[in-house]
């Protein structure tokens, strides 16, 4: 379980086919309190740590995805030697709850539509796939690449969300082109909501 709040952007440093895809990810995260078997999510998607060292001046973490996630998230498209990760470590009894909550398994993947600057703020515009589309309200939460986010407007399978600067220096959101696809993890509220109109509606 986790937060959607980013504490470290990550680096895919080595990427092995072996069946699986094995990646190993640099992180600024002492490896020594990283246990074998943790989860930590890799740009929103929950992954467990199987491998961890450290060499003189970087600490890093190996994961193992299958091709079914492969396949559901952004992995397969964006992550190649060289790539910045959003890196967010598993909730603890008793940590601040500065998002919303996040399960680490993407729904869907949305593409990035539009970006602009409003201020001092840059406000993207994304599409979602349709069939989750109707699980994101205004003001409600979303978690994008892991990191949790208020939509400030909808349209059907549009909606947008502005970033502050803070976001976008202390996350991956800095680097970002129209087109991107983007890890998409719907708020578990808004779909038992949409479950239970769905029932009351039979």
């Known amino acids: 379980m986790f937060t959607g709040i980013i504490t470290d952007i990550g680096t895919v440093s080595k990427l092995e086919q072996h069946g699986d895809l094995r990646a190993r990810i640099n992180t600024h ?6 246990d074998l078997g943790a989860s930590i999510a890799c740009s929103g998607v929950c992954l467990t740590v199987i491998e961890k060292g450290a060499t003189d001046v970087q ?11 492969t396949s559901k998230t952004n992995i397969g498209a964006k992550w190649q030697v060289g790539a910045k990760i959003n890196l967010e470590r598993a909730l603890k009894v008793g940590d601040e709850l500065g998002g919303h909550i996040v399960s680490g398994h993407v729904d869907g993947v949305a593409h990035v539509t539009s970006i602009t600057d409003e201020g001092g703020s840059t406000r993207v515009i994304f599409e979602a796939p349709a069939e989750l589309a109707k699980f994101i309200a ?24 502005n970033f502050i ?3 976008k220096s202390e996350t991956t959101w800095g680097d970002l082109a129209i087109g991107d696809p983007i890890n998409l993890e719907i708020d578990t509220l808004a779909r038992y909501v949409a479950r239970l109109n769905e029932m009351q509606d039979n």
């Open 59 to 69: 600490n890093w973490f190996d994961v193992e995805i299958s091709a079914e996630t």
């Open 138 to 161: 205004p003001k409600g939460s979303v978690a994008l690449n892991g990191t949790s986010l208020t939509v400030n407007g909808v349209d059907d399978a549009h909606f947008g969300v």
């Open 165 to 167: 600067p803070h976001t």
């Open 29 to 34: 995260y002492d490896h020594n309190s990283i």
